[in-house]
């Protein structure tokens, strides 16, 4: 696993700097900012492999922590010779275990992928091609994120977790995308999302799908109809 640290001054504008403890990696200064500011480390050519996720500067001055994982670099192991000849072993390689974080998000049809349903309707990209299935424009989604409304994450989903899912500019539906190695109950058939203080409630409709770590995900809609101001969500067993 590796650290990594994303700063800025206390002012309105500024400057940012990301500061990774892997050694594989240097420093990158963002150069200056204006607040709110969203971090996307491909605009940097930073390696997607060392951060998951968008970071938004939206306060007078911010420090992030995340812990992500990264691919291990390959050794070479080499033995003591033991007569005349010098035994070498094969190259070993061991991969840290892709993170599963749980999304949530708010957008549709004023920006990409310019749908209110995302399960049932057409998905843009962000370079205006359709996606062929769900599981593209999810990871545009991440990929893209000056393309799109706000995204959240969560480390996990556990009684009485609470998150706040962002406004939207029009109207949009609610939206989960859980891993399914979280262990999470059908959130369809059991009432566990209390939403602005109402009772839990169960999900409104699911779609299934892979992304392209290989981790499978499940997308749930939120039973409401489709509203655009940010929501209190509370997860409850």
Known sequence: MATVLFTSNNYSSGTAVFTP????????????????????????????????????????GCVFTKTVARLATTTLATTQPTNATAATTQPTTTEAPVSEEIYYFHLGADGYPYA?????????????SIATNYTESFEDMLDNPSKYEPVGTLPALENKTMFTMPASVTSNFYWIAV?????????????????????????????????????????????????NKQADVKYVN
């Open 21 to 60: 403890s892997d050694s594989n990696y240097t420093e990158t200064n963002l150069g200056s900012i204006a607040f709110p500011y969203t971090f996307d480390p491909t605009q940097f050519g930073l390696p997607q492999d060392i951060i998951e996720g968008n970071f938004v500067f939206t306060t007078s």
């Open 179 to 227: 891993p399914v190695t979280a262990g999470l109950p059908d959130l369809t058939e059991e009432p566990h999302l209390e939403l602005d203080g109402a009772p839990a409630d169960v999900a409104k409709a699911k779609l299934e799908f892979t992304r392209k770590t290989g981790a499978e995900y499940i997308l749930y809609q939120m039973n409401t109809i489709p509203l």
């Open 116 to 128: 209110q349903d995302l399960i049932n309707e057409e998905l843009f990209k962000a370079d205006n």
